[in-house]
């Protein structure tokens, strides 16, 4: 069994290292407690709920990581540490895995036990589950107790990756009766407690003074607020009736730049933007119809113009070049009308219209995007139609719903982790609906495999296959890129795994 431990790291993020930290001023100050810091988000919509299991957008991402606790987090260096869980062992081939809880409690006062962890990864598993989690933990076999304060999940495969797996957004460890968890009654073990929850409009939140960890939560309160549309968020900003935005509109960043009452803040990581196709409905059920696609898009312009150079191009697969396994190897795909009319005649095809549906609420500029993308296809010959479409309910009623559209990944971590979620055949949110045999049984066999350089190839070849093959376009990576009032602080290294600070901006700013 190999053993882990709080490292260094973990142990100046949550002790007393972490009272000294920069300023958004710059300069180096203690944190301090006090104030409501009021968050606009460019997400939202009607139809969120508490089950954890359907947060699909990042409104509900940052309302879960203020609420809640899981068992292991990313920090804020890229590392995958422990949260509710003090530490864990491995079996020497990763198929067995022992979380040791730590002493932590519920905002009702109750302690989190091993029957709470089963309960809350439960809810996730099953025939039954539609859970966006699901295909993540498809591989446990069964989890059980040893005693109150640990917990055993035994893997059908060796995987190397497994307490990253645990980080995801949509596993909070939730208070357990009869084996089940009532996540509608909004009770967590993480930073703040909620106060009030309007879907689509906001969420209010207060500090829990039991959390266990210390040196965070400095705000007494925060609110979060769903602000889809761009200009208004940024005019909420500007005015004060917010302390910080994400998404920045990045059209218009230089002219917040000018206001030195603001900060813009970036930060690289896995985000990328994507326009995805069903390749189970016609034309796109043709993989020259979708190469064809891809080689009409140009890249290049589309970071220039709409990321206003804040990113960098994509090559069609989902993992980025920072990432641990990205196959440099692939040629990058370009702009290239003459292969796009290849491929429109190799489809027997002489014309393609097809319509692009998008909104402001997919990735900020999607709109403006689509149109570029509408420019460039039609000196290949593609008739492209962009429809805007409303930005409320455009995850529920346009993205996996109609056949052509723009979507935004936050990427993962690994790309075990990418993969599994959104392009393994049949699981929830391949929003492509692509199936390929070949992936398939490469993803399982990449997930156990504990030679490095084999993983690294069978993970190349995996990307070659979403790249040729696959229903999704991803033009671009692009960073994060929010603004704050200068009144908020924080740390120096800020989590990149997603936007603000990995979502846990409540729990790691506070006012200068």
């Not at 002790?15 to 930290?21: K, L, P, W």
């Not at 797996?165 to 703040?192: F, Q």
């Not at 090559?315 to 796009?340: C, M, T, V, W």
């Not at 992936?439 to 490095?452: H, Q």
């Amino acid at each position: 069994m190999s053993f882990i431990k709080p490292n260094r790291r973990e142990v100046m993020q949550y002790g007393g290292a972490a009272a000294i930290a920069l300023s958004a001023g710059g300069a180096i100050a203690a944190p301090k407690k006090g104030g409501t810091l009021r968050m606009g988000k460019a997400h939202g919509q009607t139809t969120d709920s508490y089950d954890p299991g359907s947060h699909e957008n990042g409104f509900m991402l940052d309302f879960t990581h203020t609420m809640n606790n899981y068992l292991t987090e990313v920090s804020a260096s890229g590392d995958v540490v422990g949260e509710l869980a003090e530490s864990w062992e491995a079996s020497e081939d990763a198929k067995t895995w022992t979380f040791k809880l730590r002493d932590a409690s519920f905002h009702n006062d109750t302690k989190v036990t091993s029957a709470d962890v089963i309960a809350s990864i439960r809810h996730h598993m099953g025939e039954d589950s539609k859970s966006a989690a699901k295909p993540i933990l498809e591989a446990i076999t069964d989890i059980k107790a040893m005693g109150d304060d640990a917990v055993v999940f035994e893997l059908e495969s060796g995987n190397a990756d497994f307490p990253f797996i645990l980080t995801d957004y949509h596993l909070p460890i939730g208070p357990a009766k009869d084996g089940t968890v009532d996540w509608d009654a909004g009770i967590g073990a993480g930073p703040y407690m909620l106060e009030a929850f309007e879907p689509g409009v906001r969420a209010t939140f207060k500090r829990f003074d039991g959390y266990w960890k210390p040196n965070s939560a400095h705000f007494d309160s925060v609110e979060l607020l769903a602000i889809v549309d761009p200009a208004a968020r940024t005019t909420a900003l500007i005015t004060g009736e917010v302390d910080a935005i994400d998404r920045v509109e990045l059209k218009t960043v230089n002219l917040l730049k000018r206001r030195k009452n603001l900060n813009i803040e970036t930060t690289d990581g896995t985000q990328h933007y994507t326009f995805v196709m069903n390749t189970t409905t016609g034309p796109y059920d043709d993989v020259n119809v979708r190469l064809a696609l891809k080689h009409a898009i140009n890249r290049e312009e589309l970071v220039d113009k709409i990321l206003q150079g804040y990113g960098s191009v994509g090559n069609d697969h989902p993992i980025g070049r920072g990432q641990r396994f990205f196959a440099q190897e692939l040629e990058q795909r370009s702009y290239d009308p003459d292969k796009a009319k290849f491929h429109m005649k190799e489809a027997g095809l002489d014309s393609l219209p097809v319509t692009l549906k998008s909104a402001d609420a997919a990735f900020a500029g999607a709109v403006d995007a689509a149109v570029l993308f509408s420019e460039s296809a039609a000196k290949a010959g593609i008739d492209m139609k962009i429809e805007r479409v409303p930005n409320d309910g455009y995850w529920s009623n346009v993205w996996m719903q109609e056949p052509f559209c723009a979507c935004y990944w936050g990427g993962r971590p690994t790309a075990d982790w990418m993969f599994s979620t959104a392009y393994k055949g049949g699981v929830n949110w391949n929003d492509a609906y692509w199936t390929n045999d070949r992936f398939d049984s490469l993803l399982l066999e990449a997930r156990s495999e504990l030679d490095e350089g084999k993983r690294r190839e069978m993970y190349a070849e995996m990307q070659g296959l979403v790249r040729d093959d696959g229903g999704t376009i991803v033009p671009m990576f692009a960073q994060y890129v929010f603004a704050t009032s200068n009144k908020v602080a924080h740390a120096e290294q800020m989590g990149s795994n997603w936007d603000l600070d990995g979502g846990r901006w409540a729990e790691r700013w506070w006012f200068a």
